[in-house]
Each structure stands twice: as C-alpha cells, then as structure tokens.
C-alpha cells in the first residue's frame, strides 16, 4: 500500500530545497548582526504575537499542532508537516502570513479564533520582509520565564503557586464562589471541559485549555479569562449561559485576585503509606518468588533410558518421568505427526501429496526437511503473527464506547507478519514496537517500518468520548503500561493504578515511575476526545503520523474541489427545505426514509469535503506515537485523575533490578531506555515468558501455564530446570524464534503420541510431565482456513491492506451500514483468516464460534470453550455448506474415478490421513442411502450430472470493494438498515444431483467431527 493510494493528497505542498537552503542562509545573516532597533521590534511587537496567539498549539510545551512549534527561529523556518512556514524577506510567500490572513475561517490560524487585529498582521509582515529577525539572546516565545508570575508573561505556570495564608483565605472566600456559580457548569468535573478548561483544578486552571493559558499571574491584561469575562462580543464572553455580562464587582474580585499572583491552594495530597504487612510480604516475595530471581544455568540431567532422548530437552522431560517412575507413552504416527507440525508451525493442514510423501519417506532426515520446509514458508509468519497480535490485543477500531476505526492499522499487523518471516530477532522486535520512532532509521522505508511497529502502543482500546483530556490520556497509559509489562514480563502492573499491588511488589509509584515514561509520549493514532461527538470531531489529523511517500501527493483539482463545495450546499438545502416540510406533522415510514436518505446525502458529501485532501483519509496515515513533553508523572491517588500526589521519577519496575542496567536522561521520555531494559539477557523475565508463550503454542499448555501472568498468584513452572535451559539457550541463539521453534518440535518429547494410559492419568492427570502430546482444538483460524483449504478456496495470497482500511475516522454503529458492509465482505473473502477486518466488539462471523480472541486485553492464552454452537455452526452455516459442496464437486471430477478413491481423498484433505477399510465400507454404504433418500424427496434431480463447478466469491473490484466508508449517522439517529445477524445465506450452494448432495453431506458429517476439531 506504500505506493497506492486511497485517493490523493497532502493539504499544502511543501516548499523546494532551494527556498529552505535561501532561508537558512538569510537566518545566518540575519541573527548575526541584530540592531536594537529590531531586538526592540520583535519583544515589543512580535514575541507577544506568537506567544499569546500561536504557542497554544504550535510549541513543544504544548502540542506542536500539525508538527509545527514556533519556540525558536530553527524551528520556525523548519515548518510542520505542510511545510516551510517562514520566507524571511518576503512575506507574501509565507505560509504564516497566507494562514493569519486568509478570509476563509476552515484555514484561518488561529484556529476557530476571531482572525488577528490588523495591526498585528502587519507587524507579522513588517517583521518578515525585513529578514524576520530573531534576537539570539533572548528566551524563546513560549520558555519558562524566571519569574513563573512574571507580568505579560504567556506561557505555562507553574503549580503549586506560592502564597500567604490571608490569600487563600481571601481566595476560597472571594474567588471561588464566582467559579462555581459562574464556570462550573461548562468547566469542571461535575459537567464538562469546554475548549479543554478545567476551572475546578488549580493544575488545570493555570495549564489552560485549548486557548492557552487561562491566567498570567499578576496580568490581568494579558489573561485570557479575563479577556473573556469582560469581552463586548456576546459570542465570546463569558459566561455562555447568560446574556448578561459579569457584575462589574465579581469582574475587580477576579481582576484583583489575578494581579496580587493567583493564589491557588496546593491541592497536592500525600499518598497512603504501605501497609508494613504488605512491605513484609514485598520483601519476602523478592527475595523468594521464582520469576523475579536471575536465570539459572542448569545442567542437562543424567537419565536411566539414555537411548530415548533426541534433545537436551528430551532428557530434562525424561528425567522428571523417570523420578516418578514413568516412561513416555510411543511416538506418533506419521500421518498424526505431520498434521501436527503443520498446523503448529502454519495454522495450515497438510496437503494430501505432502502427507503422502512423508509416509513414504523414511530417512533419518525427513522430519528434519519437512520443519525447515514449513519454517521457511510464508505461512509460518501469518500463523505466529497471529499468536503475537493475540498479545498485542490487535484490532482495526477504538471500540468501546464511540467505535472509530483504525484504517491504517493492517500496517502494523504486515509488519508482525514481516517480522515472523525474516525471523527478527526478539529484543529486536520488542525494542521496535515499544521506541521504534526512537531508533535510527537508514531509508525513508526503515523509518516508516520503525514508526508502524509502534502500532504495537497505539492501537489500544480508547474510550473516545471521555469528557476530560486528562483521564483520557491516563486511561491510555494504563492500557500502554499493562500492554507492555503484561506482553514481555508477564506482570500485572496495571493492578497498581489505584493502590499498592496487593500480591506482587509492586509498589504504586513503580506504575507512576512507568507512567511518567508513558505521559511523556504523544499517541499519533489520529483521534481525539471529545464528549458526545459526532461526524470528524474525534478524527484528529494533526496527531497522525504519515508515509515518506505522502508528501509527493499532489492537491486535488481547483475544480474539483469548488464541484463537491456546491454539491455539498445543494444537499444541504435539499435536507434543509423537506425537514421544513415535514414541520408540525407526523412523518410517515417513507417520509423518515427519505429525510434520513437526505440528511446522510448531506453529511457524506460534508466529510468528502472536508477530506479531499486529507492524506490519511487516502491511505498514507501510520498510526503510531513519539516522544512528546518530557515530564515526570504525579501519582494519583487512589488511581483519582484529579487527586495528584508528588511526581514519581521515571524510571522502571523495583521488582527487577539488575546491574548496568539503563539510565532515563532528563530530556528524554525513557522509552528506549524501558524497551532495553524489558530486552536486556540480565532481565530473567523476559527470556522466561516468551519461551514459556512459545512452548504453549506447540504444546497447548506452557511450561507455566498462567502464561501473562508470572506474579505470585499465577501457577508454579512444572519443570523450572527446563524452563531457565531454553530461556539461556534463546538467548545464546540470538533471541531467535525460528531456532527456538525448531529445538522443541524436532525433540521427540513433541513427536510423542496423544495416547493415554489410564494408569498415567492417575499419576499426573494434567499432563505436567510430559508424558505424551496432549491434544488441542483448532483456533478459530484454523477451523476457517482448513475448511477453505480443503475445498481449495483458500487464497493464499498476501492481500494489500484490509477492507478497513476504506472507512473514515468516523464512529461506526453496530447496527450501521459500514459495520454490515465489513461483515459481509469478511464473509465473502477467501484469504488467510489473520487478514480478515477485525473492529473491536465486530467478530467476522466465520470465527465467532469457536472462541476467538478477546481483541481489548493482552491475550497470551484463549480461552477453550465446548458449547452447542460449534456443532450447530458446522451443521448449518452458510459458509461450511459451500466448502462442503466445493469438495464434493471435485471429488466426483473424472481425477477420481472410484468411490473409495474419492473416500481417501476427502479423509486426506479434511482428516490429514486415509480412511480404513471399515471406514471406506461405511462411507459407501452411507453415500448410497443418501444419494437414494434424495432422489425421493427431490423428484426430477439427476443422479450424477457432468460439471460440478462452483463458481468463486472472491472479492471483485479489490479488498475494499463493497465497503460504506462511514455510517453517516449520530448516536440518537434510529436506524432502518439493521445488520443480518448471520451469514450471508446466498453463500450456500444447492445440490446438483443426488451424488453432490451426498457427498456435499459426506464432506460436512466429516467437517463436524472431533478428529477435523483436534488435533492429536
């Protein structure tokens, strides 16, 4: 998708290397020799400019909207992502200027502002056309001044402010009553935060809202709440719930108050202390709890039956058989072994001509080659990927709540695919996904891979209509922090949010000490939150990051764009006159139809408009994160957004600590530093969880079988020597999955059968010891693509993209038209099931029975569930009665001329071995009474036809083909197209004859079988 597009375009073209290399030069001459006259000039007349105007959104202390800050010259002359803002000496060329004076209100900065006085514009262009001086020797427009109450001063203040005792009195007497008979209702905790203020808060009154600063302490003049409250404009003054202006006597209280410093009381509270119960549980976990200890170097045990073991693995299995005097049950049959391996290494059953080969080939080296073959193949990437996005709680949307898809998200699922394949090894990928945008990057290609693979924290689930930023974002580093520590260490950190962790030593300023690293991160996903949004108010383009190739777009035609204009006033009108109509009567079904018809006309043409040329929305977007403010975090008390404690350093967990290991540099957020501490060979978790999570996926249960949980509450390892020799091996072999993989399906402790003797179930009824391969369900996954695989449908190709990838960053309803329009094109794909859409809360149908992953939390370990549903799902769906025809209609093909030829080839291709001869007598004997039973019932139907061709479902037109890109609806809208709640039944073939519908029948008693649901 690197080089498709969607559609077109960046909003500006960025400015050629030429005009950049004139600028830089003309800032060399220019600050070199600065007159007093200019130094005077820009204090006096600009500086307060860009300071009161421009730093609310464009400064690295703020948000640097649209990757643009306007903190110093560098970086001014820089730009943002729409290119050079500043062409020193000519005013008529620069973006800023174009921006300040435009009449059009879309594109006029500051944004959803008043535009700038007159004067103030032509100070700007005065300052440009004579070299846009910078003075070097002063403070940049928006750096913290000495003073934080300094007069004039625009920037952040600080907090706690300093104050006596008779002003706080003065305060709560005076001053608060006028916020919350005044503001409260509009900006506080108990309503709102309009324009993202908090009057309620004193961290959140003196940070400020969208607007910057709400107060400079000991300016009145310059504080934009006082500004409001004494503004002429009715529009802008506040309060908004009144026409009336503020009483001139609470207008001096706030004047007075604001001029004598702001005094605000020091909300800061003092956590709980930890219990000393839990300090002494702490302490004696630390020392003793088998996780948290370093890796052990264990010798390979000695063993009675020398001759048994393949592997050092084998002996470390055998050596805790022979101690309860056990030996392992016999190896697997061939059939039964390569059917394994397949779809351990795959997801993939084998062909019928590999299944046969292997049977034949009895060399030493045949099991060998055919590892290495199935380790080599592209699907080895697309069924561990698999495995990994369950961990990475992979999905396309935001989820609960207000569900906004993520279109770009299948770049992150291709990357874990990507890096499967190539075998990237594992404190690799861990470091690219946790600080990829950290690491350096040789190409434009390498560094949107790096920037992609920090998918890994930014497509959480967001609760998109938080009312508040502030809870918005903690609830986003908890979902980062639980992610991380639970996917790599197997820790539930997360359990410290509220108080001290009540099992593990986990102290609650460790979560903060982690949190600090996370709040000093931005998420580039593109959203924003907003309470009771609706349309594009939660589609935040400036926080999404881009492809290289995105900024090579060319804008979309003049024309074009002033076409969807008045397309867009002509349905507006349209929607406009038949809702009058309708005004003071009692609208019908069909006049309800067509208002809705109109009204989503309107709003679809609307959000065209609005994105001609967004280049997100065409399919260039990366959702990702970087590293954003550099701060230390407060603890939350009692995990309460608003009840801050002191700031807790950041750093890492003090669960696990070890020598050399990283240091956080102030002005850095930490997160390389934690993705190299998560990764360092001295980390004993880290090694442990991953082999223990790769075990689990070749033996259904991990060596630990809590696998995201190693804390004291999860299970003890069952083989603790052996769990520690594969976790330093690992690490010797270069962290590599592939070479892990390999040493445990080629020990013959996994080439045991699945035999059960009841005397061993005795002795150790869960299989702890090994003492043959406990059989497994077939994941979802698995049960999809075998079926496609038999009939021969599956596509296995590596589509581009996804079918989300079509839908805006616009809310999706469960019962709206863009979710059926993924459902049914989910339902019609032949591809790979990993590449199916996957929206939060929105399962694709075909897997919905058979217990796929929960797409919110970490999941290392699914859950298995037996429930009617499965059966009745192979009995009755749609799609299993379709691949159940398919097969039967290549079975009666001239390739196979006998019935029992046909019998062994569908036993090979659903079962992955041949029938026996009893089984061949009775598939006859029912295939001959079927076939009969439906002549009698279907008078006129051919016993046998010619051609029993099925035609395909492929996706016509492209992976996106048939996809409602947005719902065009709000919460409150009722809908009339409703969701099928099944599959599509066209999707179901009909027999051709009576020897289709047997073997069609045949083919799907074989698909509802335990032996097709298991392997062995």
Not at 882 to 911: F, H, P, W
Not at 937 to 953: C, D, K, M, Y
Request: charged content about 25%; aromatic content about 8%; proline content about 8%.
């Amino acid at each position: 998708m690197a080089g498709k597009t969607l559609k077109r375009a960046p909003r500006f073209a960025a400015l050629t290397g030429g005009i950049l290399f004139t600028c830089s030069i003309l800032l060399s001459a220019a600050t070199a020799d600065v007159t007093a006259e200019q130094a005077a000039f820009f204090e006096n007349n600009i500086r307060p400019i860009l300071a009161n105007r421009c730093s609310g959104c464009h400064s690295k202390d703020t948000r640097a909207s649209g990757g643009l800050s306007l903190d110093n010259r560098d970086s001014l002359l820089n730009g943002g992502k729409s290119g050079a803002v500043l062409v020193p000496g000519n005013a008529a060329d620069s973006l800023l200027l174009r921006r300040i004076a435009t009449t059009d209100s879309n594109l006029r900065m500051p944004l959803g502002d008043d535009p700038l006085p007159s004067k103030e514009i032509a100070d700007l262009r005065t300052w440009i056309d004579q070299g846009a001086v910078w003075p070097q020797k002063t403070v940049s427009a928006t750096a913290p001044a000495k003073d934080a109450a300094q007069p004039g001063s625009a920037t952040k203040v600080l907090y706690p402010r300093p104050a006596t005792a008779e002003q706080l009195t003065w305060f709560e007497k005076n001053v608060r009553p006028i916020l919350v008979n005044r503001c409260y209702n509009c900006h506080s905790d108990a309503f709102k935060e309009a324009g993202g203020l908090r009057v309620d808060v004193g961290r959140s009154i003196f940070a400020g809202g969208k607007s910057g600063p709400a107060i400079v302490p000991g300016s009145p003049e310059n504080s934009t709440l006082m500004k409001r409250v004494t503004a002429t404009d009715p529009k802008r003054r506040m309060p908004q719930e009144t026409k009336e202006p503020l009483p001139a006597a609470e207008i001096a209280v706030l004047e007075r108050w604001i001029r004598d410093g702001a005094a605000w009381p020091d909300e800061t509270e003092k956590p709980p202390a930890t219990p000393a119960k839990i300090l002494s549980r702490y302490d004696g976990l630390r020392s003793s709890h088998w996780a948290w200890q370093p890796l052990a170097n264990p010798k390979v045990p000695a063993v009675t039956h020398t001759l048994w073991p393949k592997s050092d693995i084998d002996r470390f299995v055998l050596a805790a058989l022979e101690a309860k005097k056990l030996t392992p049950v016999k190896d697997a049959d061939p059939a039964a072994l390569i059917r394994r391996v397949s779809y351990d290494l795959t997801g993939l059953p084998a062909s019928p001509a590999d299944i046969q080969a292997f049977e034949k080939d009895h060399s030493p080296q045949a099991y060998t080659n055919l590892v290495d073959r199935l380790l080599a193949s592209p699907q080895f990437g697309e069924r561990w990927g698999r495995h990994w996005l369950d961990v990475a709680r992979y999905a396309e949307s935001t989820g609960p709540s207000r569900n906004i898809p993520y279109p770009n998200a299948w770049r992150y699922r291709d990357y874990v695919i990507d890096a499967f394949n190539r075998d990237l090894p594992y404190d690799r990928f861990v470091q690219e996904q946790v600080a990829g945008d950290l690491l350096p990057a040789g190409t434009p290609a390498e560094r949107d891979r790096l920037l992609t693979a920090t998918g890994f924290l930014a497509l959480g689930p967001k609760d998109v209509n938080q009312r508040f930023k502030a809870r918005y974002q903690m609830d986003n580093i908890d979902d980062q922090i639980d992610t991380v520590t639970r996917s790599t260490m197997a820790l539930t950190v997360s359990c410290a949010r509220c108080h001290d962790h009540k099992f593990d030593p986990i102290p609650t300023k460790d979560y903060y000490a982690l949190a600090g690293i996370f709040a000093s991160t931005e998420d580039f996903v593109g959203l924003t939150s907003k309470m009771g949004g609706a349309g594009l108010q939660y589609y935040a383009p400036d926080s999404l990051a881009y492809m290289s190739s995105a900024a090579k777009l060319p804008p979309a035609p003049a024309q074009a764009v002033e076409q969807l204009k008045a397309a867009v006033e002509k349905a507006k009108k349209a929607f406009q006159a038949a809702k009058k109509a309708a005004e003071g009567t009692t609208p019908g079904e069909q006049q309800k139809h067509q208002l809705e018809d109109l009204d989503k006309a309107a709003k679809t043409l609307d959000v065209e408009l609005a994105l001609i040329n967004d280049r997100g929305d065409h399919g260039y977007g990366i959702h990702s994160v970087r590293d954003g403010k550099i701060n230390d975090t407060p603890i939350r008390v009692r995990g309460v957004e608003e009840r801050h404690g002191p700031p807790a350093p950041r750093g890492f967990l003090s669960l696990v600590q070890f020598a050399d290991q990283p240091k956080i540099p102030q002005d850095q957020s930490g997160r390389l530093e934690l993705a190299r501490y998560i990764t360092s060979p001295n980390n004993p978790l880290t090694p442990r969880v991953y082999v223990n999570r790769v075990w689990q996926h070749l033996f259904d249960t991990g060596i630990v079988s809590s696998a995201d949980n190693f804390g004291s509450m999860g299970a003890l390892p069952a083989n603790a020597a052996l769990l520690d020799y594969l976790a330093q091996d690992f690490i010797r072999q270069g962290w590599s999955t592939k070479k892990l993989v390999r040493q445990i399906v080629l020990s013959r402790t996994y080439r045991l059968s699945s035999d059960a003797p009841p005397a061993y179930r005795a002795i150790d009824p869960a299989n702890h010891l090994l003492w043959r391969h406990e059989p497994r369900r077939l994941e979802s996954e698995e049960v999809r693509d075998s079926l496609l695989a038999s009939s021969g449908q599956l596509d296995p190709a590596h589509p581009e993209g996804s079918a989300a990838m079509a839908l805006r960053m616009i809310e999706i309803r469960d019962d709206g038209p863009a979710v059926a329009s993924i459902l049914a094109a989910a339902d019609r794909s032949e591809y790979r099931s990993v590449y199916l859409p996957l929206l939060r809360g929105e399962t694709p149908r075909q897997l919905a029975a058979f217990d796929p992953v929960v797409q919110t939390f970490v999941s290392g370990q699914r859950e298995t569930t037996t429930v009617p549903t499965q059966s009745l799902f192979l009995l009755n769906s749609p799609f299993v009665n379709r691949q159940a025809m398919i097969l039967a209609g290549r079975l009666l093909t001239k390739e196979y001329v006998t019935d029992s030829a046909r019998l062994r080839e569908a036993y090979l291709r659903v079962l992955g071995r041949a029938p026996t001869l009893a089984e061949v007598a009775k598939g006859q004997k029912f295939l001959g009474r079927y076939a009969a039973d439906w002549l009698d019932s279907h008078p006129g139907t051919p016993a046998a036809n010619v051609s029993h061709a099925v035609p395909s479902v492929r996706l016509e037109g492209g992976i996106t083909a048939g996809i409602e890109r947005s719902d065009g609806l709000t919460q409150d809208q009722e809908i009339f197209e409703v969701k099928p709640p099944m599959e599509d039944p066209s999707l179901a073939i009909t027999p051709g004859s009576a020897a289709q519908a047997a073997w069609g029948a045949f083919v799907q008693a074989l698909y509802g079988s335990a032996e097709f649901q298991f392997l062995r």
